[in-house]
């Protein structure tokens, strides 16, 4: 895994700012599908190896579908809102409202199933509702600078495309923490001291990046992997702490509950410091290839434009430091020393 995340840490920004500044943006897109077909294959072919141990299940169809049709809306929200319509347009505000209306929808029907799509003990547990909302806010302040930054680069260090993508692996880089925080929970009793020591030192470089965006770009690279390394640090703890927290059998559950949870939170973040760099920079884009002309115009508006990156920074700090306080509040419990087979709840004797 590590090995997998380091190759495509190092390899995707800059194939990515050769793409486009020499190709076309959307083939950022269009590499991942021989990629995914490739995974597919990969997954058919030795996944189904793996010992099923069954039990009988009554699929909550109507759950996972109210969940999928609540995230819909609020996407579409966050991708079109400040881009193509302003945020309080009447399309955006309906979104928002309908979006609201299914997840509510999708609540009452956890309330009500017999098997819920999403089992309420997972929701209820603390470790895992601290956990997730310290894990999502830190990947999603990861993939937001990550978005972002390569701009930063070339508006404020006039760096091209390519140049912006080599400049960002640091940034991208979370897999040093991430082995940093595995050996810290092997050998520290209060393993989340290392993440906590981490988003205080991301913290505190952040806060020189709110300081001197202008700062000269060898600083802002070496303050954006100490960012890099405090975000990897919170994954692994966080992903642990839940599953020990879990009984065996809601383990899988938990995981994709976080995994969801993550994405959407990163969603919110991206639409929030795209938000704030569209506003600051005084440009309303459409997505794709018109948003070269943003980097051209400001580029060209003198040295004092980079910091308009200063409240990107800002607001990373704030999502940051709620990563933290989430942290702080999970439960650190002594995790499991061994690993026994799932226990699936009792079931009812059967009637006589």
């Not at 302003?86 to 409202?97: K, N």
């Not at 938990?254 to 005084?282: E, K, Y």
Request: aromatic share 10%; hydrophobic share 55%.
């Amino acid at each position: 895994m590590g090995v997998v995340w380091v190759t495509s840490s190092v390899c995707g920004p800059v194939f990515g700012g050769m793409m486009a500044e020499h190709l076309h943006w959307s083939l950022i897109f269009w590499i991942n599908v021989p990629l995914a077909l490739g995974a597919a294959a990969l997954t058919h072919i030795y996944l189904k190896r793996i010992p099923r141990h069954d039990r009988r299940h009554k699929l909550d169809v109507l759950g996972a579908g109210l969940m999928m049709a609540s995230c819909i809306p609020i996407m579409l929200a966050l991708t079109w809102g400040g881009t193509q319509l302003p945020w309080l347009s009447a399309p955006i505000l309906g979104l928002i409202a309908l979006s609201a209306v299914l997840a509510f929808l999708f609540g009452w029907r956890l309330t009500i199933a017999e098997e819920p799509f999403l089992p309420l003990a997972v929701l209820n547990n603390p470790v895992m509702r601290m956990g997730t909302a310290s894990a999502s806010l830190a990947m999603g302040t990861s993939i937001g600078l990550t978005i972002v930054v390569p701009m930063y680069f070339e508006v404020a260090h006039k760096l091209s495309a390519t140049e912006s993508g080599i400049a960002l692996i640091p940034l991208a880089m979370t897999t040093p923490g991430s082995l940093l925080s595995g050996q810290a929970m092997m050998y520290w009793k209060h393993y989340k001291r290392a993440p906590v020591i981490g988003l205080v030192f991301a913290l505190i470089a952040l806060a020189f990046l709110v300081w001197r965006p202008d700062m000269p770009l060898l600083y802002s690279i070496v303050l954006m992997s100490v960012v890099a390394t405090a975000v990897g640090l919170v994954y692994p703890i966080t992903t642990v702490s839940i599953q020990n927290a879990m009984p065996n059998y809601q383990v899988g559950i938990a995981m994709g509950a976080l995994n969801f949870f993550r994405s959407l939170v990163s969603a919110f973040i991206v639409a929030v410091l795209g938000a704030i760099l569209l506003a600051g920079l005084g440009f309303t884009v459409s997505r794709g290839g018109p948003a070269l002309s943003v980097i051209e115009s400001v580029s060209a508006a003198g040295p004092n434009a980079g910091l308009v990156f200063r409240w990107v920074f800002l607001a990373s700090f704030v999502f940051l430091a709620l990563s933290l306080l989430f942290l702080l509040l999970m439960e650190e419990r002594p995790l499991r020393t061994s690993v026994h087979p799932a226990d699936p709840p009792a079931e009812p004797p059967p009637a006589r």
